[in-house]
């Protein structure tokens, strides 16, 4: 094999990366292609690709295979901007999926190769790495694990010199014995790169062109093969089943929660909360137990939320209280807002300051004006509510004809007594008051009584009717 003319070593090379993400994933034994799983909210190949993105990468090329046009669906038009996405039919190892990159690549830029699987390595983790391939070496990514089943040993020489990787399936009782193992992420000249893949077998025990044996051919070459040791083992953990699946999104989540507590929230079990997105706290936010976050949250100051709710893509003002069991997706609450416990908030939904949201109360597309209180049970769909409106128990709006969604609108100052229907389109003016159990289907006038209630009256020495009595007992049950 001809001796390659080494890179030209230089710290202005652009950095291109490569990210695996062709395999099928069979462990899993899942529908989904495995990089689309979620961690932490969010999918394998999503994490990789910010962490690519956090090192500045002039390109990213996505090999996918396996389920490749559900995994370039997963990703909207904006998100994909910048995103090469490259595929590998049929799936020959983690060797051929970087030769049907290479193309895409520049000879005298630096690769990096990224697993779809391996999502939690952090890009100041892999600085140094590149610092190494920019000085013309094979730079390898390797960590100490406890137990290193399932992962390709580095094996060294007696000075310590990286000589090759041997693959689980392929390694002897020797190097089975060896703890330093292969994150599988490695950086190189493209220049160089190029040539050792270009000439990878795939004489081994699963038949596949496996990357790591780049390695022997690096150290065939002279070409310097360096390994930087990986300080924190979570971060190059792979995912190849449900169980480390598992694992990863305790340790994320637990990651979540520390910086949490470290910027000055209390939680109350910092091992019972997942935050499946971002989540935003001012200051002395409480968080109990058995709460779930999800999309984009944002707690300002002096929030408390009770056990086991959930919040979606929702924003909820200075020293509101949520008690416990509500759910709240895509709403904005004000400040002192009262909600729950057993509160539901879906999208579009809009609160004043003040305003309070009880039991069993459901609140869709609409607006709540300040100290507007729906205490209990109750249905506020497509309706605007003005301020200091009192919603009484059991009062529903029937936005819904069966064809199309219509408007509520209540006034300041308006009274809704309980079990009342309001059947939208409808206005109830300023400072009305509806009688209980109204069933209102025109306007209410401003501050009169509205009533639709028919009259109560008493008939006295009225009988109740009774059982005809048969002598041989009764009817009853026939
Ligand atoms: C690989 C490494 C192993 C390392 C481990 C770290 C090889 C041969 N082995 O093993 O040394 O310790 O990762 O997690 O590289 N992929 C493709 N195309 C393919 C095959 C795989 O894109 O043809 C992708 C997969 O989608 C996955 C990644 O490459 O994201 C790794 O593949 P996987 O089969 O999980 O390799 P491991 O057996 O974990
Ligand atoms: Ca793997």
């Known amino acids: 094999m001809p001796v390659p003319t080494p890179a030209p070593t230089s710290s202005h090379a ?39 993105a956090a090192l500045q990468a002039q390109r990213r090329v996505v090999v996918v295979g396996h389920g490749a046009e559900q995994v370039r669906q997963d990703f909207t038009n904006q998100e994909s901007e910048g995103i090469d996405w490259c595929v590998q039919e049929p799936q020959l190892g983690t060797g051929h999926a970087v030769l049907q990159a290479l193309p895409l690549l520049d000879a005298e830029a630096i690769a990096l190769v990224l697993y779809g699987d391996v999502p939690l390595v952090r890009a100041a983790t892999l600085e140094p790495l590149l610092a190494t391939a920019r000085g013309g070496a094979l730079a390898l990514l390797t960590v100490h694990l406890p137990d290193p089943h399932g992962y390709g040993r580095i094996v060294r020489d007696r000075e310590g010199q990286v000589l ?31 040539t050792w893949v270009a000439a990878l077998g795939n004489d081994n025990a699963q038949g596949e062109y496996y990357l790591t044996d780049v390695v022997a051919a690096a150290a065939a070459a002279a070409t310097p093969v360096k390994a930087v040791i990986a300080a924190d083992a979570h971060e190059t953990l ?3 089943d449900r169980m480390q699946l598992a694992a990863l999104e305790r340790i994320v989540q637990r990651q979540i929660a520390d910086a949490l507590l470290e910027a000055g929230v209390t939680l109350a079990d910092p091992a019972r909360i997942d935050v499946r997105g971002s989540l935003q706290c001012g ?13 984009r949250v944002e707690l300002a100051d002096g929030v408390s939320i009770g ?29 002192h807002n009262r909600l729950g416990p057993f509160a539901r908030l879906r999208p579009g939904s809009e609160l004043d300051a003040g305003v309070h949201v009880g039991n069993f109360t459901e609140i869709k597309n609409s607006t709540l004006g300040r100290d507007s209180k729906a205490n209990h049970l109750s249905y506020v769909g497509d309706a605007t509510v003005g301020a200091r409106v009192n919603i009484g128990a059991g009062t529903i709006t029937c936005n819904y004809d069966g064809a199309s969604k219509h ?29 209980a159990g109204t069933t209102l289907t025109s306007d209410a006038p401003p501050e009169q009584l509205t009533i639709s209630r028919a009259r109560q009256a008493s008939i006295a020495g009225w009988l109740r009717p009774r059982k005809r009595d048969q002598g041989g007992g009764s009817n009853e049950g026939r």
């Open 14 to 52: 652009p950095l291109q990366v490569v990210i695996l993400a062709a395999g099928r994933g069979t462990r899993m034994r899942s529908a989904r292609p495995k990089v689309l799983q979620p961690l932490a909210g969010r999918t394998l190949l999503a994490h990789v690709l910010d962490t690519a």
């Open 238 to 240: 792979g995912v190849n």
């Open 283 to 295: 200051r002395d936010v409480w968080i109990d137990v058995g709460c779930v976050f999800e999309g």
């Open 164 to 194: 090759r990787i041997a693959e689980q399936r392929d390694a002897t009782p020797d190097e089975l014995a060896i703890h330093e193992v292969n994150t599988g992420i490695l950086a190189a000249p493209v220049r160089l790169l190029a």
């Open 307 to 335: 056990p086991n709710c959930v919040l979606r893509d929702c924003v909820i003002g200075a020293g509101s209280r949520i008690e416990a069991f509500t759910h709240v997706d895509g709403a904005r609450c004000g400040d």
């Open 407 to 435: 408007r509520t609108v209540i006034e300041d100052d308006a009274f809704i007594g309980s079990d009342s229907q309001l059947v939208a389109p409808v206005r109830v003016g300023r400072g009305a008051t509806l009688g």
